[in-house]
């Protein structure tokens, strides 16, 4: 099982290079500056949000899923998403025109403080409860999704046409609208919280068999969990700030790993890393046959992800 593991970590590896190869180079001819600047600051900063996308929205799930005791746990679930999407909203909607100057990072630096924000409510509120880890947060989180829903139809309603229209295409999700210094600002980040969740990978199996379990091997379970909250509402800030709300992947990715490869959280978080990755890679590459239409990404996640997602599903019910 080792082997198969390490040979499949491998292929995605070789996958997720040969696809990202082939996105950047598809379409140029290599002819004059044009080309140069398309791959500069279009192609490059599309592929790379889409590999950073991806593997937020994965690794940050797989983290949820197995602290909340919960397969179908996600950022959506607990509202981070949710957090970050109303402060993205405000943005857009209200304090847009006053931050024109910085207008290229307002809407990003929005999203993350929401998706911060929203988990250190959900968890207080959790705490103050008695529940800090699983149902708790939970039920907190479904409160502050269905609030941040709440505030943002108000918004709907009380906005102009064409703002609306611009909030409606962002809560979509779209890869196209970040630009080649957020990236850069962005990618150290993720790559920093990515090398901690890896390395938390045998402390996550130590919570299967619940908390006193995992304190007798060591852990500090009281400090563990919020702090691993922390880090997942990190990486869907930085996901929402770069590509806005993307629906399934997070769901799908460390679902299908665990259906098909087992719960072994060592591999179970470098390999939904990597596929998440190379999930929003294919979107991309699928977006290219409509041309110059862009098509929001939540309708081709939701499209293709959930015929897999119910096949998953299936499996594992006759198994």
């Not at 999203?111 to 968890?123: D, K, R």
């Not at 529940?131 to 939970?138: C, F, N, Q």
Request: net charge positive.
């Amino acid at each position: 099982m080792l082997n198969k593991e390490r040979g499949f970590l491998l292929g995605l590896v070789v996958g997720l290079f040969a696809l990202s190869v082939w996105t950047l180079s598809h379409g140029l001819q290599w002819q004059s500056e044009v080309d140069r600047q398309i791959l500069l600051h279009l192609r490059l900063p599309l592929v790379a949000s889409a590999l950073l996308v991806g593997a937020c929205l994965a690794s940050s799930s797989a983290i949820l899923q197995v602290m909340l005791r919960n397969p179908l746990a996600d950022p959506g679930l607990i509202g981070i998403t949710s957090g970050a999407s109303l402060f993205a909203a405000i943005y857009l909607l209200a304090g847009g025109a006053a931050l024109a100057g910085v207008a290229t990072y307002g809407l990003p630096l929005f999203s993350f403080i929401g998706a911060l924000l929203s988990t250190l409510l959900i968890y207080a509120i959790a705490k103050r409860l008695g529940l800090e880890s699983g149902a708790g947060v939970i039920l907190a989180g479904i409160a502050i999704s269905t609030l941040s829903g709440g505030v943002i139809a108000w918004l709907y309603f009380l906005t102009d046409a064409q703002s609306l229209r611009n909030l409606t295409f962002w809560l979509l999700g779209s890869l196209h609208q970040a630009d080649i210094r957020l990236v850069g600002l962005a990618t150290p980040l993720v790559l920093l919280l990515l090398v901690y969740v890896l390395r938390q990978g045998q402390a996550l199996n130590w919570l299967y068999f619940g908390n006193h379990a995992a304190q007798l091997r060591g852990l500090d379970v009281a400090r563990f969990y919020p702090r691993m909250l922390l880090v997942s509402a990190l990486l869907v800030g930085i996901a929402v700030s770069l590509a806005g709300s993307i629906a399934f992947v997070g769901l799908l990715v460390p679902h299908l790993l665990r259906n098909f490869f087992g719960h072994d959280n060592r591999f179970v978080l470098p390999a939904s890393a990597l596929l998440g990755a190379i999930l929003l890679l294919l979107v991309v590459a699928v977006s290219n046959v409509f041309g110059g239409v862009v098509v929001p990404v939540s309708m081709l996640t939701a499209t293709f992800g959930g015929p897999v997602f119910l096949y998953s599903v299936i499996r594992l019910a006759r198994n």
